[in-house]
């Protein structure tokens, strides 16, 4: 068998890195290798070397091939020698954002082989929803890179900051003929920092990427929509006593919240600030709440609404809109209902639920509010987000179950 001509590693053998970006690398011509912790899927991904994604639109069911990947294990020193390889131009990760720092070391020692090896450059793009996700990886990736190495990677080493959407919860193993398949919405969109790119031999076309040299604008529609919507959604579908994400957004007091948080809150904020179309932003707006309301994506609460520390930073889908739309007098009076909801948000085999809790049972509300939004206590921010946090803590029917 001939060997193909170019590879990319995608570290993150899970949702999106099957459901998303390993099928478009693949399409692109790639040779894909999965790089994971997780052993047996890198030994399944070996056994086959292919798999289905099954694209689940409310409407149809359509099924792709993914074959022409392969996997790694990435704490072995394998995945290091397929830095070395000259095949590989493309390094992609969808791991977390609080794993990026974990796989700084592996992707530090792999630049060192490359270049041993004069490899020749290559790109990598982190793939996590976060803003300038690839800036926060090379930052931990430099701290483990002697100074000749660190020379290298400037002249030859992209980092490319991105925008990643397409909604890929886990899939039920029941609609499945093996573990590796996924089950994805039709929906997706994946913009990457042209300027950043480095040229790799010849370059290539990445199917179904756009190209931007004005991503932040991108980032934070995604970001303080997309993903501020489907927080909100969690956090208030969670105290409704629902178990996914279209049935919360089913539910007329939650849609109208978060209707609103994004029309007439972060959403106006954005559109002012970037000079989007207003009318072209509603429709994507109308959009995005469609996709929450698939049901046959079965997205689960307790995935939408992980890690709700991550989702209160400043900056992140919940603050960063609401911090935005202060800035241009706009209400915040929705976003301060989905931040309150994230405050009673209980979920015992989340450790960041957990620490958020016991934070709040130590210090109170007040304090714990002041302390993680930054909205001073006396603030009318402030004021909102506690007044909201204590109306909700009458509707949560879970807490009156207990
Ligand atoms: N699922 C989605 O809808 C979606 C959409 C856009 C962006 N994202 C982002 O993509 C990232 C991954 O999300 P996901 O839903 O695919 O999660 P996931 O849990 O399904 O996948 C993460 C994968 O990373 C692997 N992993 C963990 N530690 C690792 C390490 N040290 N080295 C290599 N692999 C490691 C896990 O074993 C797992 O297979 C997150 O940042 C998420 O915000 C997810
Ligand atoms: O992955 P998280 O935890 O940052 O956010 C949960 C979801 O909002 C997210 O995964 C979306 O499904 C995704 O961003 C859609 O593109």
Known sequence: MSQPERKAIHFGAGNIGRGFIGPLLVDSGYHVVFADVNKDIIQKLNEQNSYEVLILDEESEQRASVSDVSGVVSTSDDIVQVFADPAVDLVTTAVGPQILEKIAVTIAQ?????????????????????????????????????????????????????????????????????????????????????????????????????????????IERKLFTLNCGHAITAYLGFLKGYNTIDEAIRDEDIRETVRKALLNEGGAALWKKHNFDEDEYRQYVEKTMERFANPRLKDEIVRVGRQPLRKLAKGDRLLGPAYMAREYSLPIDNLAKGIAAAFLYEMPDDKQSVELQKKVEKDGIEHAVAEITGFDKGSKEHRKVVDAYHALSKIDVRRSQC
């Not at 996924?182 to 920092?193: A, I, L, P, T």
Request: net charge negative; hydrophobic share 35%; with cysteine.
């Open 110 to 218: 792999g630049l060192h082989a490359r270049r041993e090896a004069d490899a020749g450059p290559l790109n990598i793009i982190a793939c996590e929803n976060m803003i300038n996700q690839t800036t926060t990886l090379r930052n931990h990736v430099y701290e483990h890179l002697a100074d000749d190495d660190k020379e290298w990677v400037e002249e030859n080493i992209g980092f490319a900051n991105c925008s990643v959407d397409r909604i890929v919860p886990p899939f039920d193993p029941k609609d499945s003929a093996t573990p590796l398949d996924v089950g994805v919405e039709g929906f997706y969109e994946w913009v990457v920092d042209e300027k950043a790119l480095r040229r790799t031999r010849p370059d290539v076309k990445l199917k179904g990427v756009k190209l931007t040299t004005s991503l932040d604008a991108y």
